[in-house]
């Protein structure tokens, strides 16, 4: 995404020839896509003003071509306004390629100059030549309005000089004078009709590269965010969630569970860990940490959420497991520890690295986990005290006097 406001930026600062905006390769179709709608509505609306224009004027033949007046009248209501009236319908309703409409309303309007040039190059009236001017002011309203590509007006424009050339060699005032009037008026009309084609377009353009730049920069810096939280919720040693993380996920997944789901909260704590840090310093410390946390991490899968609360101390939430469950579920984490053989020889639990696990067993009123928190706590120093290296489990939903608490010591209750 940087790859493409970089482009973007590009775009605007170094335009081509006649500062042309030229749009990213990668964006032509973004582009396309979105002035595809404005393109058509404006092809439509060309149609009607030029129909406006065709019918309106239709006065005025009786003054430009008294002789052929009702030649006139029939090639606009009988010709140019049907196909008109057509062209509309077809505008609104095909569904086809916008060239293909482009080319097709280009050939409707260049049809209206063809017939008002054969009204030229028939009528023997002098005032037939001001048709020119209205096929003129017909072409410079086409250019105009119908953001047409530029080499489609080029050849527009080329084309409607021609026409009115050949109705001049054909009509009856034989006058070379009157060709290099087409001339001069196709270059004061037409000319400025393609530079504010060019210059349209280029709006378009520029508009669209401010605009996909300004998204660009939206979705890097809602990435940028997105990135900076998970950041702030991931401890970076370990790549588990950290204590802020983890509780933010807690909460999360609270909001699928009703009040009457069960939840396992187990506290873990590395046995031993400032012995081990101070003699085998804090690199292999940092080294321990991370193996442990990547075995926590594993064995809490797939339905157990894991965090690392500071220092030497974990936490894995379980939700929707039963009694049964969680005596197996616990035991798992802590030989998932053992099993690394790490060794510690200033551990009285054992020769390895081990950790002790405190859990508390409970519905959750409210989505409130303080209490649990609380008890796998006091379940944690419990097992601590008996030993280290063990399991206890205090379960909160059948509070027995004497079996509400459970404690494993290296693998067997």
């Known amino acids: 995404m940087q790859e493409n406001t970089t482009e ?5 600062e170094t335009e081509g020839w006649l500062g042309r905006i030229t749009i990213p390769p990668e964006q032509r179709n973004a582009f396309a896509a979105r002035t595809l709608a404005l393109r058509r509505q404006l092809l439509l609306i060309s149609v009607l003003v ?15 071509v008294p002789d052929r007046v009702w030649l006139a009248l029939t090639l606009r209501f009988a010709v140019i306004l049907p196909c008109g009236l057509a062209l ?13 409409q482009q080319y097709v309303t280009c050939a409707f309007h260049l049809l209206a100059v063809t017939l008002l040039a054969v009204l030229i190059a028939l009528s023997d009236s002098v005032n037939a030549l001001g048709f020119v001017f209205a096929n003129y002011a017909v072409l410079m309203a086409m250019v105009i309005s119908m953001a047409l590509p530029w080499r489609l007006v080029v050849i527009l424009a080329g084309i409607v000089v021609a026409i009115q050339a050949l109705a001049i060699a054909l009509g009856p005032l034989q006058l070379s004078v009157l060709q290099l009037h087409n001339i001069m008026i196709a270059i004061v009309i037409v000319g400025p009709s393609l530079c504010a084609n060019w210059l349209i377009e280029n709006e378009r353009r520029r508009h669209f590269v401010l605009i996909e730049r300004e998204e660009n920069r939206k979705r890097q810096l809602a990435e940028q965010r997105d990135m900076l939280s998970r950041l702030a919720a991931l401890d970076p040693l370990t790549e588990l969630a950290n204590r802020r993380g983890f509780h933010a996920g807690l909460e999360s997944d609270l909001e699928r569970y009703s009040p009457d789901n069960v939840m396992a909260i187990a506290m873990i704590d590395i046995d031993y860990f400032k012995p081990y840090n101070d003699h085998y310093g804090h690199a292999a410390g940092d080294r321990a940490l991370r193996r442990v946390a990547q075995a926590l991490a594993e064995a809490a899968r797939p339905k157990g959420r894991a965090g690392r609360l500071g220092g030497e101390e974990f936490a894995i939430a379980v939700p929707g497991i039963t009694a049964e469950e969680v005596v197996l579920y616990a035991e798992r984490l802590r030989i998932s520890v053992q099993r690394l053989a790490m060794a510690h020889h200033y551990s009285t639990a054992a020769s390895v690295v081990t950790v ?8 959750i009123p409210a989505g409130n986990t303080a209490a649990l928190f609380e008890v796998a706590d006091a379940a944690l120093y419990q097992a601590k005290a008996a030993g280290r290296n063990r399991v206890v489990i205090h379960d909160l939903i059948q509070p027995v006097a004497d079996a509400s608490w459970r404690c494993f010591s290296a693998g067997a209750p």
């Open 8 to 12: 973007l930026d590009r775009a605007l």
């Open 50 to 64: 030029g129909l406006g224009f065709y019918t309106a004027f239709a006065a005025g033949d009786w003054f430009a």
């Open 88 to 100: 509309l319908y077809w505008l609104r309703h095909a569904r086809c390629r916008l060239i293909v």
């Open 356 to 363: 002790s696990i405190g859990v508390a067993l409970g519905r």
